[in-house]
């Protein structure tokens, strides 16, 4: 067995998350990794597994840019505002991906995407609102599983440009109270790509 295959073993991170680390220089990451028994799909179920502030989760999230996908990084205690994003990307339109493009462009299904190591290569826009933590937790590519970063070096491992993309807080606020009215409802598009 390769060191990569034993790694990945012990982390329970998806193995192309786990070739990600290594070839990145970040094999140390691999004993950070936790591995829950439960799915942590969404921002809240992984801060409450982690026992962290919920904005000290890094939600990797797949939008599509005039039809291009781009991958938004944010906290987890806060909402993409869309229409920043298109004028940050200077797009037409800009709208959530559809579950089929996230896995086709990052090679993961929503709910366990990380915040690098995907199958193809994407823009990528990272919050400032990241840089509020010492340490930030983001998905290691399976629902179950997660990994802590200085979120600077996160930032800069999935060479992301940093930017002021947040809703406005009593936006995210009504937002968020409507987001979880809907998933009591129903069980839809998690709130969290990573």
Known sequence: MTND???????????????ALTALGLGELHAEIRRFPE?????AE????LGCELSAICKSLIFAADGVPVLVLMDGASRVDVELVRR???????TRARADVVRE????????VPPFGHRTRTRVLADRSLLD?????????TPYTVFPMDPKALIAHAGAT????REAADTADTAATADAARTA???GTPERNA
């Not at 799915?39 to 921002?43: G, H, K, N, V």
């Open 185 to 187: 409802d129903a069980e």
């Open 5 to 19: 295959a034993q790694d990945t073993e012990r982390s329970g991170a998806h193995p192309r998350f786990a070739e």
């Open 105 to 112: 462009t990052t090679g993961y299904a929503i709910g366990g």
């Open 88 to 94: 940050e990307l200077g797009a037409e339109k800009v």
């Open 46 to 49: 992984a801060a409450a597994a």
């Open 39 to 43: 799915a942590t799909r969404t921002a």
């Open 162 to 165: 940093l930017v002021d993309v």
């Open 133 to 141: 933590h010492a340490t930030v937790w983001a998905a290691a590519g």
